[in-house]
């Protein structure tokens, strides 16, 4: 079974006002994805992938592989923003990418 992470910046987004509204829906999504149903997901680029969620203003969940079966959820958004969250989310990656190396 697929597991998740968090990272802090994900968990600000999905606790803030702009995330609230999308919250059942990302859960929803990310409980189906564990089960290997990633749904609507293409790659961005540098191993980060986009979730695309198609309510409201269009959420966007990104994410990175990090083992076998276990996957960084590195920040949300929505349509309107997502050149900036990619750009990001990337910065997300790399740094917990120095963070992890021994």
Known sequence: MI???RS???????????????????LTRLDNATRGNFGDSEPVGNGISEMRIH?????RVYFTRIDE???L??????????KRD????KQIADEFGKRSEP
């Open 3 to 5: 597991r998740f992470k």
């Open 8 to 26: 802090d910046h994900f968990q600000e987004w999905l606790d803030s006002p702009r995330g609230k509204p999308a919250r059942g829906r990302v």
């Open 55 to 59: 309510h409201g203003p269009g959420y």
């Open 69 to 71: 079966v276990v996957y």
């Open 73 to 82: 959820l590195l920040i949300g958004g929505e349509k309107s923003t997502q």
């Open 86 to 89: 990619i750009r990001r989310a």
